[in-house]
């Protein structure tokens, strides 16, 4: 193993020890695993920072253990695995300082935040996995540290989500795992590189290559919640806000869009993938998905339901853009990948505050809480205009991209989707922001706010307000060279500049 | 028809008449001596098929001098099963398969 | 290659592998349980160095001879171990360290004990002598060694449940191997030697070679469990103390799946057709999917892990298809032979951390299981790392096995075996998660916990890694299994 094996390795086990040794932790021992928690992502945040700028440079990070013959357990950090470990390692860090404080006085601690380390850890595996067989075991390893975090409360609907979720995603992950050792066979060990590797294979083959990619994407789409194979994730809310908000915005559903990132472009190569006439039944799939979710989130009175009727839309920017061929389309949908996540986890930390402090779980209660909660309900609104796609935020970016990546690729019809989608968005966050800053309160608050006091726990305040203030900064800030949209660009330009 | 295949043949009938013993019926001492009788019939086929050769071979000899021993301890092994079961229970047959004491 | 290794692999170890646990036995009958209950521990460590010696040996300098006393055939005993050999031998020896562990705290002031040692010394010292055999007939007599012993530890449990499961397994062992026997006698009357060696190619097609055929995976097939000859397995399995089920669903039941490996491709090989082997898969199809099936239907923790097996077993068989074309055939071995492996190390650690999870509660209702996450919590832990592993979700033996599995069907185009795997992966985990959703229910009012001996929950946890490790250190053991094996050097 070269010296560049060791930064990768270091950053899973950053996590993945943190984890193991507060599963060891008693109930009790909250102060350590407090710090534990804190020092493990302060670590990993650390370790990504060097590692993105190695990168930056053109550094190579390579670790490679021979699991099987002709089968390479893989880690390498390339610029597009940068984008979510770099998003993971961040989020982390603020979803965990969140979740101490909302979790403050609940039972099985220990347990959650030994899965919530095990869960980051996946996603960072997979984030880095150089070919398709690391990135399954990550990808079910994810599957498995989540289940324990979604039925964490132990009621009956959490159980019962428990088990429509690993329904879905055991699923997905078998008709995955048959897609890819199916690949396997026919053209051996794929790694991920630049353009893909399968355009030199037998044109024989292409017809098999075709129900692969429909394997895979199937698979993956599970994760990524493309309709019809969304059903798990709205039900899967009943999980603590933290949960919610990692699931959404790093996790899981990253998990599915990142992967299929992976297979459109560094498997089969968007060029080989257009040649197939794969590309349009992908954007097919993605703009039905992003149609139906925006819908589907409008008549929602849950709080969170309609956060994650959103999730299922707004994830599907990212598969859009994936489906675009041309650079510009590209540079939409991956940037999107790092803009959703920031956005729609400043969204759940909001509701989780709302639930938390005033137990407010439906839309139709909120009537009057921006005076009550005004920097909660400011995130919320930052966020919340970002998702629709007001300029100068995030969101803009992506949809900019997006719209201008399908003229390029003649695919007009797309913008209509996005018209009609961000009109849906402003259709269901406008009410939601309309009620909370300008009706008047229904009923006194469960609980007042003491004279000079925060309106809530400053563990549960700081988070949101930092992802809000990111929110706004990655959109103003767009063109300096540290920000996604440069990085975006830097991938897209290593993938089409060959 | 040579002496030993007669042999090797009834050994075969043997072993199904005792098949068919183990299977059908349900008293416990029945089907342990249905189990000796398909054991006999094996060892005869062993013994007579081998003889085809108008030699002596003493290899199946052993064979089944071990088989034999081995019967006898898995029979009595059996027979001390059906005993305790029956002190037990006061039934020498199977839960579930037929009742006759 | 250090020193040590060195000397342990220069050690000629096969005669130790049969008979120290043999001695052991004997020695535990005469004197007690106190006396084995000291000599155990290195007794069986010493048979896991040996099996490792072996292992290193085969490793090395390929597949190993051995004339017992220095008699050969025909009338001596002949002895071999290649790779297949090794690793079944390191596998019993491992997890038979581990139930060693288990059952020194399982049966502490226990009357069993007195039975359990000697019987255990048998039972393991019988499947080395399986393991190691190369002619048929000492073959039935290590199968029947093997067998009388096992319904001896089934027996341990006291009340006439377990002595009618005790019975039904010893009628179904016996008729197993009675139908082997005669499929013996068959092949030396008309090939005058018992030798695998020797054997190999003999059989030509024809009714001879059928009727040899039917009759060994016939009785083969009953002794282990395959589906729908399974009725004798879930109460013997289930109902024994939690150690025995761990040996008998974990080795007993891969001893008769090792012997008709050998048989179809060694000495079966010329003779084998398609659609037998075909009928072989689908009756494994029958076992994953009904065995699953009647798992899910299950209220007792031990019966669920029990008819498990049932189901686990059927992967085993998918074997005798996949293997059947030569692309993929390869790759269907190692899987099946890895699957063997894995789920020996799984089911081992589930039965053991079953039994503490029993002995915690006082019960083995699984609906009444809530909160032993909170009393167990490395208990749930290692029953949660097992359950991966017969899931066959990576990192662990069961996922490599599946990984391989699905390589050869996929190479050979056996597309329905694929459905079968998937759906029996899924059944697989809707069955398990009743178990494990437990972990996450709120202790019920009249519940009342006890602390069981650290041992019990360790020991399971250690074998729990083994089953994870399998998955990890894929290509050592693949290696080894490579020496001597039938596909060798084919590439897929």
């Not at chain 2, 043997?14 to 068919?20: K, V």
């Not at chain 3, 005669?15 to 052991?24: A, N």
């Amino acid at each position: 193993m070269s010296g560049g094996a060791w930064l990768p390795l270091l950053v899973l086990a950053s996590s993945l020890v943190t984890g193991l040794v507060i599963f060891a932790l008693p109930e009790t021992s909250q102060r350590l695993r407090s710090s534990l928690n804190l020092a493990g992502a302060l670590i990993k945040l650390g370790l990504v920072s060097v590692m993105l700028w190695g990168v930056y440079l053109g550094q190579q990070y390579e670790a490679r253990y021979t699991l099987m013959p002709g089968i390479d357990f893989l880690l390498r950090a390339d610029a597009l695995a940068m984008l979510l470990v770099t998003l993971s390692a961040a989020l982390w860090l603020f979803t965990t300082i969140y979740a101490i404080g909302y979790l403050e006085g609940s039972p099985h601690r220990s347990r959650f935040f030994g899965f919530f380390s095990l869960c980051v850890t996946a996603t960072m595996g997979l984030a880095l996995a150089g070919n398709l067989f690391t990135f399954f075991l990550f990808y079910e390893l994810l599957t498995l540290s989540t289940y324990p975090l979604v039925v964490h409360r132990g009621s009956t609907q959490a159980l019962r989500a428990g088990k429509l979720y690993l329904g879905y995603t055991l699923s997905g992950g078998a008709v995955l795992l048959v897609g890819i050792i199916w690949l396997h066979g026919l053209a051996g060990n794929v790694e991920f590189v630049h353009g893909g590797a399968l355009a030199d294979l037998d044109p024989a083959l292409h017809g098999e290559l075709i129900i692969i990619f429909i394997l895979l994407i199937a698979g993956l789409g599970v994760k990524a919640a493309l309709v019809p194979l969304h059903g798990w994730l709205p039900v899967a809310m009943v999980a603590p806000a933290p949960v919610s908000a990692l699931l959404h915005a790093v996790a899981v559903v990253k998990a599915g869009a990142f992967g299929i990132v992976r297979v459109v472009y560094e498997v089969y190569g968007i060029e080989f993938a257009a040649d197939l006439d794969l590309l349009l039944p992908l954007a097919v799939v993605a703009s039905i998905t992003i149609l139906y979710g925006s819908l589907r989130a409008l008549t929602q009175n849950d709080l969170k339901k309609r956060l994650a009727y959103s999730t299922v839309s707004q994830v599907s920017y990212i598969v859009l853009g994936t489906s675009l061929f041309g650079p510009i389309g590209t540079i939409g949908g991956l940037v999107h990948l790092v803009h959703q996540g920031i956005m729609k986890i400043t969204l759940f930390f909001c509701a989780g505050n709302l639930a938390e402090t005033l137990h407010i779980h439906r839309v139709s209660e909120m009537n009057g809480v921006g005076r009550r909660m005004p920097w909660t309900m400011t995130a919320f609104t930052i966020a919340a205009f970002g998702m629709i796609g007001v300029p100068p935020m995030a969101g803009f970016i992506s949809k900019w991209y997006l719209g201008l990546g399908a003229l390029n690729s003649g695919m007009d019809w797309v913008l209509l989707v996005l018209v009609a989608s961000t009109l849906l968005n402003a259709a269901y966050f406008l009410p939601i922001l309309h009620a909370a800053w300008f009706k008047p309160q229904q009923g006194p608050w469960p609980e007042e706010r003491a004279r000079g006091r925060l309106e809530t726990s400053a563990w549960l305040l700081l988070p949101p307000l930092v992802t809000a203030a990111l929110t706004l900064a990655v959109g103003l800030f767009a063109a300096l060279a540290i920000s996604p949209l440069e990085w975006a660009r830097i991938i897209t330009l290593r993938e089409y500049v060959r | 028809m040579t002496p030993g295949l007669l042999y090797a043949i009834t050994g075969a009938l043997l072993f199904c008449l005792g098949l068919y013993g183990l299977l059908l019926h349900t008293h416990l001492l029945r089907k342990v001596l249905a189990f000796n009788l398909m054991g006999s019939g094996c060892f005869l086929v062993l013994v007579g098929l081998a003889q085809r050769g108008g030699q002596v071979d003493p290899v199946p000899h052993a064979l089944v001098l071990t088989g034999i021993v081995v019967a006898v301890s898995a029979t009595a092994f059996a027979l001390m099963l059906v005993r305790q079961l029956y002190v037990e229970t006061g039934r020498a047959t199977l839960p579930g398969e037929g009742d006759d004491p | 290659m250090s020193p040590v290794l060195n000397w342990v692999a220069a050690l000629d170890w096969i005669p130790w592998l049969l008979g120290v646990p043999l001695v052991f036995a004997l020695l535990a009958f005469q004197f007690g349980a106190r006396l084995a209950e000291r000599l155990v521990v290195p007794v069986f460590g010493l048979g896991l160095l040996a099996a490792t010696g072996l292992a290193l040996q085969v490793l090395r300098e390929g597949p190993q001879q051995h004339a017992l006393g220095g008699w050969g055939a025909p009338l001596g005993i002949e002895l071999y171990a290649d790779g297949l050999t090794a690793l079944m031998l390191l596998m019993t020896a491992a997890i038979g360290l581990a139930v060693v562990f288990y059952s020194r705290a399982y049966f502490r002031d226990d009357g069993r004990a007195t039975g359990f040692w000697p019987l255990t010394g048998f039972l393991i010292g019988a499947m080395n002598a399986l393991y190691l055999s190369a002619d048929l007939f000492n073959l039935y007599v290590t199968l029947e060694l093997l067998g009388l012993a096992a319904v001896g530890l089934v027996a341990l449990s006291s009340g006439s449940a377990a002595l009618a499961a005790a019975l039904r397994y010893l009628l179904a062992a016996l008729l197993g191997s009675l139908l082997y026997l005669l499929g013996v006698a068959l092949v030396y009357g008309a090939h005058g030697t018992l030798a695998l060696a020797q054997l190999t190619g003999l059989l030509q097609p024809g009714p001879l070679a059928w009727l040899v055929i039917a009759l060994m995976t016939l009785g083969l097939a009953i002794k282990t469990a395959l589906f729908p000859l399974y009725f004798w397995l879930p109460p013997a399995h289930g109902g024994a103390p939690a150690p025995v089920s761990a040996l008998l669903s974990a080795l007993v039941i891969k001893a008769s799946f090792y012997l008709l490996l050998r048989l179809w491709f060694e000495l079966f090989a010329p003779a084998i057709n398609l659609p037998a082997a075909q009928f072989i898969g689908l009756l494994g199809a029958g076992a994953i999917l009904w065995g699953s099936w009647l798992a899910l239907q299950q209220r007792e923790l031990k019966m669920l892990v029990a008819y498990s097996t049932v189901a686990q077993v059927g992967y085993l068989f998918l074997l005798f298809p996949l293997a059947s074309f030569a692309p993929g055939a390869e790759a269907a071995w190692n899987g099946g032979v890895y699957h063997a492996l894995s789920h020996a190390f799984a089911k081992a650690a589930m039965f053991l951390v079953a039994g503490a999870m029993v002995f915690a509660a006082g019960h083995g209702e699984i609906s009444r299981l809530g909160g032993i996450g909170q009393q167990l919590p490395l208990g749930i832990f290692t029953f949660a790392l097992a359950s991966v592993s017969l899931m066959g979700l990576p990192p662990s033996g069961g996922f490599v096995a599946k990984w391989l599995l699905l390589e050869a069907a996929l190479a050979s185009g056996q597309w329905w075996w694929i459905l079968v795997m998937m759906l029996g992966g899924l059944l697989s985990a809707a069955y398990l998660f009743r178990v494990l959703r437990q972990a996450f229910l709120p202790t019920p009012e009249d519940a009342s916990f006890r602390r069981p001996p650290a041992m019990l929950v360790g020991s399971a946890f250690l074998l729990s890694l083994v089953a994870l490790g399998l998955g990890l250190w894929a290509n050592g053991t693949l290696t080894l299994l490579r020496v001597g094996a039938p596909f060798a050097g084919v590439t897929p």
